[in-house]
């Protein structure tokens, strides 16, 4: 389960500035009891507490007691290894992700933009972690199945480490995909969905790959040492903001990201740094909304029928129990909304100048749709990804403009067109 809450620490202790990696073991998030050796990572849940039904992923304990007491008082910078103290080792060399911009929309709410990762979004922070756990351990390359965000930075960190990198995507992904993942070398495969899992155990199994997402079918598991990326999102809020917000709302998939920030937050709260957790709220689109399911009906995994939606990146037919911990424990909510809502908030992040894909705004439509919002302090909302993502970006095409004064002219001015800018043609000639 996430860290528990003791006392903060009662006084500065000296620890020798080179300490790194302080990751002792993992455990299982059925019954943190159950410990297992930090290496190898368990790829496919832990061996002692799943079951056949439910497949129960782990999570990465620390000596806590060991954490340089000057951790969070040190200057910003790009690189996970800020935080290497917090992290599994960081094996793998880095491309300076993270410390991404907290930007203010107004009236106490806040927005987290990860589009500013090298691979344009948050997945950068969980494939720092994860290849590097490949790496350490050996692995002969990485294999992952994903619609677009995952892949891409997989193969982009699989390649800085000199691994081979196979990415099973979306016959339905935007174009660009393939491009993007093939520019780092990777080896794009497409195959029913049906056939993805079992032929990636056959890679890991025959091949030497490590996954840096889930193989498992009782639910989704994933990369023990990969959620561990996103507590750094939490590090960083708490710090840009001087306190840990009231509440974090998150686009939702498998809930590995809203898992990671709320442990981050925990953690914090933990080693004294903030006097508060905040509560995080999961986001998912309509058409899905496995999490959501699973936390009204009180069980650890749902599985629901996945319908139409733009918001192709979050859209999951089964949860991961880490989302149902994650909600619990911070007192925080699973909600759903609709393509329209996402929609709606997308363009109100573009008008403040934040271009983001459809399920990147998922956390602000949910904070939008599902309010009152929280008075006692900010709000954060985490936009994930770049506009760049979005199928429609790439098969939107738009009628050339004519070249002549009278067309352009009225593109500037007419509030109909979609485009105007409000210019004063009294003002500024005609």
Known sequence: MLPSSPSPWPSPRKVPAHVTSLATAQRSLA??????????????????????????????????????????????????????????????????????????????????????????????????????????????????????????AAAAYAARAGLPCAVFTSPDAPPAVASHLRAYGATVLTAPVEAVRPLMRRIVDELGFQSVSSVTDGAHTGHPFGPEGYKTLAYEIALDLGRAPVAVHLPTGYGELLFGVAKGFQELLRLGVTDSVPRVYATEPAAAGALTEAVRTGRPVARVPVGPTTAYAIDCEINSYRGVLAVRASGGAARTVSDKQMASARAELASQGIWCETSAAAGLAGLRAHGPRETDGPVVCVATSSGYKDVDTARRTYAPTSPDWTSVKAALTDSDSGVGTGIDTKQHGS
């Open 31 to 152: 019954d943190p009891s159950v410990r297992h050796p930090l290496w190898p990572p368990l790829t496919r849940g832990c061996p002692v507490t799943s079951t056949d039904e439910v497949a129960y992923p782990l999570d990465i304990d620390y000596a806590y007691d060991e954490v340089p007491a000057d951790l969070f008082g040190r200057p910003a910078a790009h690189g996970l290894e800020r935080w290497a103290p917090l992290l599994p080792p960081l094996a793998a060399p880095g491309l300076g992700e993270g410390n991404t911009p907290l930007i203010e929309l107004g009236d106490g709410v806040w927005i987290k933009d990860e589009s500013r990762n090298p691979t344009w979004s948050h997945k950068d922070r969980l494939n720092r972690v994860a290849v590097s756990a490949a790496v350490a351990s050996g692995a002969r390359g990485i294999v992952v199945s994903s619609s677009g965000n995952h892949g891409a």
